[in-house]
């Protein structure tokens, strides 16, 4: 298992425990998680990742009329967009240093 999976892991596991209980300072672990696994993400993936987080930033509040789980689903979801968001922040760079190399 390579660095870049074991992060990738690690950070979507801490943001969904993060949108199930309360752990103190989580939004900088998820940031500091995301920033990190932005960088490794590949070239030719940066296109569908940047769909994937805007389209998860758009609709993650979606669930919250479920009774019972939606706000769980919900808080779950915010967690999971957030660590993408910052993760999104690292391409947008890497995808302009790369612009600025060529």
């Known amino acids: 298992m390579d660095v870049s999976r074991i992060i990738r892991l690690v950070a979507v596991l801490f ?6 209980v309360t752990i103190p300072a989580a939004e900088m672990i998820i940031a500091i998680l995301g920033l990190l696994g932005g960088y490794f993400i590949v070239e030719d993936r940066r296109i569908s990742f940047m769909v994937m987080t805007l389209t998860l930033a758009l609709v993650h509040g979606a669930l919250m009329p479920i009774p019972t789980i939606g706000i769980y689903l919900t808080d779950v979801l915010a967690h999971v967009s957030a660590l993408l968001n910052a993760a999104a922040c690292t391409v947008i760079v890497m995808s302009i240093v790369d612009r600025l190399k060529t």
């Open 15 to 20: 943001a969904v425990v993060a949108g199930l």
